[in-house]
């Protein structure tokens, strides 16, 4: 029966997670899976989580299903750290938010409702993007394409041959956007060219999808969300995937949300409605308690006001962690593979190590970055910033051998 089925290759990054688990090394460092570690190298527990969570276990109840769409708070929670609690699109009731399974739980529920609705639509993901963008999409039907994104030489953005490239796609094509913090490159579009962006996907008739997985890890909780209230602004219908993995330390959790701006009320309670029935064709309903967690933090203003001071301090410590490998691969790294570490934001930095010399990283040194070179800075600290450049410095100078 079974004879046909295929061996999994793996996933890159959570199955090299999977493996850094079982390296037996003493010395191993991991910077492959985007995930914020603190100073000591432990993944933290945000304070305002671990009140808010003892709050809600001493509150202890029954646990029945949540809606098909979720916990109402936190889908409001949702929309109002997302797109400003103000947003005339808010106010006006024209925007479907259901809670999801994570990031990726949005992307997938997302996928199969414009499967259903614009079956003749194609996708397009940035070149590179997060490898999982890809995946969702294809598994849900789609072709999936690139646009330019990600200039090597430079470290930076091909914006002119983007917009381009984004300005001849069909209409109604998907367009999946990184809000912020790109994964897996660290940059970014800055406000101006956001602008422009969005006035070439209204004028083309396009339908924008976009991923925010890292607000607040670039240049704050409402900067980052620009593109979002912009969106909104110039009144163009789309996506927006957001998670708490990572902003709240809620990995395990999976805590997500799927928001559609639409044209008007009426249409956002079909949107709504047809939302729902992909979280019952897919899963029934969502979990409690990662849902819970962030709802009494994102509605209690103490709980609230920790979370975001902690945000920037993890946010700063990154930033501290680039200077610092900067400045420790400073001479050993040529200027123009330099700069990239300041100035890419977020949690990941695009080295332009190649495939070759990241897998002789991890087998000779135990330093795991992904195979497309992509660095989780965020989880460098004082004891392994040495070790990592101590091993790119030596890798690099066997290259030029
Ligand atoms: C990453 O990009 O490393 C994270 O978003 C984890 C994942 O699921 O890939």
Redesign the pocket.
């Known amino acids: 029966m079974f004879e046909h089925i295929d061996a999994y290759p793996g ?1 890159p ?2 199955t090299l ?1 999977e493996n850094f688990a079982k390296d037996l090394r003493d010395n191993k460092v991991n910077l ?4 914020y570690y603190d100073d000591e190298g432990r993944l933290p527990v945000m304070q305002a989580v671990r009140e808010a969570e003892g709050q809600l276990l001493a509150e202890l109840g029954p646990k029945p299903y949540l809606p098909m769409a979720g916990f109402a708070q936190y889908r409001d929670a949702v929309q109002s750290l997302v797109f400003g609690d103000d947003s005339p699109a808010r106010v006006d009731g024209r925007i479907a938010t259901v809670q999801t399974l994570g ?2 739980g949005a992307l997938k529920i997302g996928a199969d409702f414009i499967k259903r609705y614009f079956p003749d639509s194609q996708v397009w993901v940035s070149d590179p993007t ?3 963008h890809r995946f969702i999409f294809e598994r849900a039907g789609f072709t999936v394409s690139t646009y330019p994104y990600y200039d090597e030489a430079s470290g930076g953005l091909k914006f002119e041959a983007m917009l381009t490239a984004i300005d001849a796609l069909p209409a109604r094509s998907v367009v999946l956007l990184h809000a912020c913090c790109h ?2 490159t660290g940059v970014d579009l800055n406000d101006a060219q956001w602008v422009q962006l969005i006035e070439i996907l209204k004028k083309r008739d396009l339908l924008p999808f976009i991923d925010m ?1 890292y607000q607040g890890f670039g240049a704050g909780i409402e900067a980052d969300a620009f593109a979002i209230r912009e969106l909104v602004h110039q009144n163009v219908p789309a996506f927006v995937a957001n998670s708490f ?2 902003n709240f330390s809620l990995y395990g959790e999976r805590c997500g949300g799927l928001s559609v701006i639409c044209e008007s009320p009426d249409v956002a309670a079909r949107v709504l409605g047809q939302l729902t029935s992909a979280v019952r064709a897919n899963y029934s309903n969502p979990p409690t308690h990662g849902a819970k967690i962030v709802a009494r933090v994102l509605t209690t203003p103490e709980l609230r006001q920790s979370w975001e001071d902690e945000l920037t301090s993890m946010c700063r410590r990154i930033m501290r962690m680039r200077a610092e490998i900067h400045d420790c691969l400073r001479g050993n790294v040529p200027d123009t593979m330099l700069a990239r570490y300041l100035e890419q934001r977020g949690m ?1 930095t695009y080295t332009g190590l190649l495939a070759g010399q990241v897998d002789v990283l991890r087998e000779r040194h135990g330093v795991y970055l ?1 195979r497309s070179g992509r660095m ?1 800075v965020a989880a460098l600290n004082e004891r392994n910033l040495a070790i990592t450049a101590r091993a790119i410095a030596e890798v690099l100078s066997h290259a030029t051998d």
């Open positions: 996933d990054i959570l997670n492959s899976i985007g995930i990031g990726s997060w490898e999982n994964n897996p997985a993995s990572k990941f992904i989780c």
